[in-house]
């Protein structure tokens, strides 16, 4: 058996399950200790607010606040318009959904957790989203036989009152949307369908909605929940291993690496359509942004979905190119054309032939050279530097520019003419700090890139760590945050997070982070720092709520909060130090370090 904490009578489920033969494949809402992690407060610091943004993140998914009485209005009219039985599929697939993320984020978050923790943190995750109180009354499940069984009770669901208050009493339950919840969050993290169903509900008169949630197959044979979210009950989504140590991602299946575009912001999108609309034709195309947006990424992908991809794709740095060579790298050289030119050698646009040539910073070519450019576009055909023989090519050209071609235009340093040549469907590509969603996208793409190229166990990205991220305007782009996340598996700890420390290492210049979630004793958002809209000279006015104090009080009272929260961590923890420091995201040693130094071990 394992060892128990000093002064306790108790051991954790976790601990049973470390010192076991093999890992616990069963297990029982009864066998959690009170206050099993993921608790309400590391919950509730996943969600957080980017103030003045118009963002609100769970942990890497954004969020967004709406009146209860709103989906309330488009509920009655989905149902006066379609019907009581769609409207209960429509509502029941966007719960479903909502679970199916929910338990994503809690298998990303809390990696480490059994199975029973992660489903006893489906109900608390329902409940912070402010839909329902959600009491757990028992759950039970054994994954060698598939078995599964929980009953829950649902306090003052917003989705009862609001049927209440348009239809008045009902018949049946009505509390779609959330019954869609836990079928998607238990069979995401179970592995194989759970049904959820109402038996008692607030709007048929009963004091709360009660809530069974079993096997598909233990219920009727024309459940029609099977039918409302459209699944033939394959098991899509793994869950997290009980039978076996969790894989490290040193362990994942090395693909070959390739650029991908990554992203789900709007304007991100917006210029993803705008590829996938160009891609099958032969249009030229001039990719338009910053330095480091990921414009060659974006032709590249133009390539893989035309009827060239079988053919050269071929990138030309037109900046690196010396002016006097442009000619002869552009078109090729027939042997003799100058002192050094021993053989013939085709130029890129052959070597293109039957593929795509991208044209990088096309803005730094030589107005010379721009007119032979044009003249090659606009002709398909070529004279090797020393040739007198027309040779016919067949490219198609993507061109990039991270300088506004029009303004170069009417500057004089670029020709109008090849402007037009090139500007057949420009696309715009966003600079990172546009597109801020896609951040946490992001950094996990690479992320998961780096780990496996530098053989680095690391688990992930600390809150604060991502909240940086999402508050910095990254000059470099996406570059920039490829070189920050790739720095990070580099310098953080093994089988550590990435925090702070190891991103900002360089020039760069945090800006004030994104404010988190904290609630006052009085139960409200408490977000402290924040900037208002103030006049300068009104702000320097304005007195402080609270006297300032003594700089030895503030530093004690620190070292206070500092120390009963590694206290805290530890009890939570079971008395285990490496899965306390695990939760703190610091290392072991030094967890034990400051623990010994504050006399708490």
Known sequence: MPKRPSGSDSVTLRQVSEAAASPMLRGDFRQLASGASPTWAELADALHFSLGDGRIWLNDQRMVLIQSQVLGRLRQEIIDAFGMETAKGIFMRVGYMQGVRDAELVMKRFPDQDLTHALAAGPRMHTLEGFVKVVTRHFEFDREKGFYHGEFHWHDSSEAAEHLSHHGLSAEPVCWMQAGYPTGYTSTLFGRPVLFRETECLAMGAAHCVVIGKNAEEWEADAPEKAYLGLQWKARHSAPSTSAPA???????????????????????????????????????????????????????????????????????????????????????????????????????????????????????????????????????????????????????????????????????????????????????????????????????????????????????????????????????????????????????????????????????RSAKPENLALNRLGRIDPTGLQTDYPENLRKSRKPEYPAQPRETALEELTIAENRLFAEALAQSGGNLSAAARHLGISRAKLEYRMRKAGLL
């Not at 780990?451 to 990254?474: K, S």
């Not at 580099?490 to 925090?499: K, V």
Request: proline share 5%; glycine share 8%; hydrophobic share 40%.
């Open 247 to 509: 894989a490290s991602p040193l362990n994942e299946t090395v693909k070959p690496e390739r650029d991908e575009v990554v992203g789900v912001s709007a304007r991100f999108l917006t210029a993803r359509l705008m590829v996938e609309k160009v891609a099958d034709t032969q249009a030229t195309v001039l990719l338009v942004g910053e330095s480091g947006v990921g414009k060659e990424v974006f032709a590249q992908q133009i390539h893989r979905l035309s009827s060239r991809a079988r053919g050269p794709f071929l990138p030309v740095n037109c900046a690196a190119i010396p002016e006097n060579l442009v000619e002869s790298e552009l078109f090729g050289v027939e042997r003799g054309a100058f002192t050094g030119a021993v053989a013939s050698r085709p130029g890129t646009f052959e070597r293109a032939n039957g593929g795509t040539l991208f044209l990088d910073e096309v803005a730094s070519l030589a107005y010379a050279a721009q007119g032979k450019l044009l003249r090659a576009i606009q002709e398909r055909k070529l004279e090797r530097v020393g040739g007198t023989r027309l040779i016919e090519t067949d490219v198609r050209i993507i061109a990039a520019s991270n300088v506004d071609l029009a303004e170069e235009v009417r500057a004089g340093r670029f020709r109008q003419d090849l402007y037009f040549r090139l500007c057949v469907f420009p696309i715009t590509i966003p600079p990172l700090r546009e597109r801020r969603d896609d951040l946490p996208l992001l950094a996990d793409h690479f992320l998961r890139q780096f780990r496996l190229r530098h053989g680095r166990h690391v688990r992930g990205l600390t809150r604060r760590a991502m909240d940086a991220l999402l508050a910095y305007d990254f000059p470099g782009n996406i570059r920039e945050l490829q070189n920050m996340i790739e720095r990070g598996v580099i310098f953080a700890e093994p089988d550590g997070q990435i925090d702070l420390q190891h991103l900002f290492t360089g020039s760069e210049t």
